[in-house]
């Protein structure tokens, strides 16, 4: 038996030697598809990011009239900290506002000389909420226009970043989407230059298919080396895959970091590296395999 499987494979490498160039075309498909898989685990990695990052930042900021007294802030911080879908929630007093509106301004002469031309504080206190799920956010925001605080609340600071996390979500998933697509017409295109990659092998080799069948060699002896062709074609466009994409994410990731504090697509590569090369090899030896096993059972009559 493992003579037979040698034999078999064997035969392959050499199949695949001799049809060098139409193997090179091969891999080179399967390499464009299953580049397409990765870079969709890397997008799908830097959208889950990109949207936890704006999560994480995203809140709440609830200003009071200057009118309203602070012991009734905090009663009404103490009753929303009382919530489940509260995670947290902060106070900041009207000098605590101003002092750090100062320290963020205090390059600019004409708005601090401003400032004290008005001889009192304008700004107002106000609660900044986290919620647990940025789904909470609306619900919270709708609870200050409630007769019970809309009389002390100046305004709610939430809509526009409410609008940044939707475009966000809803670029994310459109970007999986298109990535789905454009990966499923690649695993196409690969699987017909493999199918038909191995239907040439096939008709160059008919003489010696037709001694193998005169010597009575079983089904799988004759198609066995084809259906090898297609694994070591998807191997190694599987491997190159993997390398390309090291050679990528550690040229790229220090630059897309600039643009995208906290985001490391190196540090994702080397950490899911076993993880994700399973998927690739897995894609890559599985297409091939399957499309040579196709074209086995179409033209090879045995």
Known sequence: MITTLFRIFKSGWVNFRRNIWLSVATI????????????????????????????????ISVYFKTDVAEENILKISDELS???????????????????????????QILMESLDELGENPLQASLNIKAYEVSQYTALANLFETARYKSMVEKVDFRQNEIIINKIFDISKNIKLLG??????????????????IRLAIYS?????SVMRLVGAGNWFIRGPFVVEGFLSGAIAAVLTIVLFFGLSLGFSDKISVVFSGLKIFNYFMVNLFINSLVILAAGIGLGIFSSFIATRRYLKV
């Open 28 to 59: 080179s498909t399967l390499v464009l598809s299953l580049s397409v898989l990765y870079g969709l685990l890397i997008m799908g990695y830097a959208a889950d990011f990109l949207v936890s990052a704006i999560k994480d930042k995203a809140d």
């Open 82 to 108: 009382a919530r489940e879908d509260v995670k947290d929630i902060s106070y900041v007093s009207r000098d605590q506002a101003l002092a750090s509106f100062k320290e963020k301004h205090k390059d600019n």
């Open 180 to 197: 789905l697509i454009l990966g499923a017409i690649l695993a196409g295109i690969a699987g017909l230059v493999t199918f038909n990659t």
């Open 205 to 209: 080799q008919k003489e010696e298919i």
